[in-house]
């Protein structure tokens, strides 16, 4: 029985909003069902804990906004009421944490939106706004705050806010009664490097910061019960000799902890990185072709054999098949979608 992929795009830049796929589970294949432009450019997807509902940033500037969508008919999604401002400018990621809809915001300065979610999965309003203060060495991208991503720990206690323009991670502790969003620690990365997401190794006490403006994975110790990390190592996702401006976007780690891909925009191509130690560090492999032009999202499809790669300026998302011995993807197949932005197995 195939399964369903959900497709972000910048309909600003072309895109077609959001697009449902059909995946063929035997070859990973996708066949577009579907587009929906009711949301304006809805360039990050989340799902709710149960599956039932499709969250959607509209990534748009001064005001952002994050709406919902019922999958209650997987192939047609329909979304749940207007989207709901959340208060700030280019919202660039979201997460359901702890029964609450978070938005991490990237226009100065860069904030997270705390929104309420009602049972039936549509977006109440704005509970609270948690702004970030700093800036960093660069005057063209690090004027000020620019939150980037935010996502729940392993444990679903923390809340979790990588933030570009500060050069730093914040650990955060959301109260569930008022939807406030308390800083409870911040990590600060080596100056100037400019963390964009960070994502965690499955055994919990790791984790790694994908950062956009010099080519490296800060891999850290991970305390889930303090909150704390503690930067360990930094490896480079370029081959020596590499030129050319490069600025890399999404890392993926895979489900048995072997391997990590980094998708590299500029460069265009994927990196394949081998874990050792138990996730305390990393070791580049080798780059393959992205198979298109500026990946700007990597995931896994479930049973993790798969990656697949949403190439914004070429406008397709690529699909790879993974050695399960190597961790080296192969190109499989492609689908057409235009300024795609990320890919989302519900």
């Keep these: 029985m195939a399964g369903h992929v959900y497709i972000g795009s910048f309909?600003?830049?072309?895109?077609?909003?959001?697009?449902?796929?059909?995946?063929?589970?035997?070859?990973?294949?996708?066949?577009?069902?579907?587009?929906?432009?009711?949301?304006?450019?809805?360039?990050?997807?989340?799902?709710?804990?149960?599956?039932?509902?499709?969250?959607?940033v509209s990534e748009r500037e001064p005001e952002g906004a994050a709406a919902a969508f019922s999958l209650a008919d997987p192939a047609a999604p329909k979304l749940l009421g207007a989207p709901v401002p959340v208060h700030a400018g280019a919202p660039t990621h979201l997460t359901v944490h702890r029964g609450h809809l978070l938005t991490a915001?990237?226009?100065?300065?860069?904030?997270?939106?705390?929104?309420?979610?009602?049972?039936?999965?549509?977006?109440?309003?704005?509970l609270s706004l948690l702004e970030h203060e700093g800036d960093g060495p660069n005057p063209e991208r690090q004027q000020g705050p620019h939150a980037h991503q935010v996502l729940s720990d392993p444990t679903g206690r923390w809340a979790v806010s990588v933030d570009l323009g500060t050069d730093s991670v914040r650990v955060c502790e959301l109260d569930p009664a008022s939807g406030e969003l308390e800083i409870e620690r911040e990590l600060g990365l080596r100056s100037g490097i400019g963390p964009r997401h960070l994502t965690f190794h499955p055994a919990g006490r790791h984790a790694y910061?994908?950062?956009?403006?010099?080519?490296?994975?800060?891999?850290?110790?991970?305390?889930?019960?303090?909150?704390?990390?503690?930067?360990?190592s930094e490896t480079r996702v370029l081959p020596q000799g590499a030129e050319g401006e490069n600025y890399p976007s999404e890392l993926v780690v895979s489900h048995d902890g072997r391997f990590a891909w980094a998708a590299n925009r500029g460069h265009n191509s994927i990196a394949v990185l081998a874990i050792h130690d138990d996730g305390e560090r990393l070791e580049l492999l080798e780059t393959v072709g992205?198979?298109?032009?500026?990946?700007?999202?990597?995931?896994l499809d479930p049973s993790g054999t798969?990656?697949?790669?949403?190439?914004?300026?070429?406008?397709?998302?690529?699909w790879f098949d993974v050695d399960p011995a190597g961790g080296i993807p192969k190109q499989a197949g492609s689908l057409d979608v235009p300024a795609a932005s990320c890919v989302l197995f519900a």
């Design 11 to 56: 309909t600003s830049a072309g895109g077609r909003g959001l697009t449902t796929a059909a995946v063929d589970p035997d070859t990973g294949a996708l066949t577009a069902l579907g587009d929906n432009a009711d949301v304006p450019d809805p360039s990050f997807l989340a799902t709710s804990p149960d599956g039932g509902t499709l969250y959607t």
């Design 105 to 126: 915001n990237y226009a100065e300065p860069g904030s997270v939106s705390v929104l309420a979610i009602e049972a039936d999965g549509s977006l109440g309003g704005l």
């Design 209 to 232: 910061v994908m950062n956009e403006l010099e080519s490296v994975v800060t891999v850290c110790s991970w305390d889930p019960e303090r909150g704390s990390l503690r930067p360990l």
């Design 290 to 299: 992205c198979g298109g032009d500026w990946p700007r999202h990597l995931t």
């Design 306 to 318: 798969r990656l697949y790669a949403a190439n914004e300026r070429s406008g397709d998302v690529t």
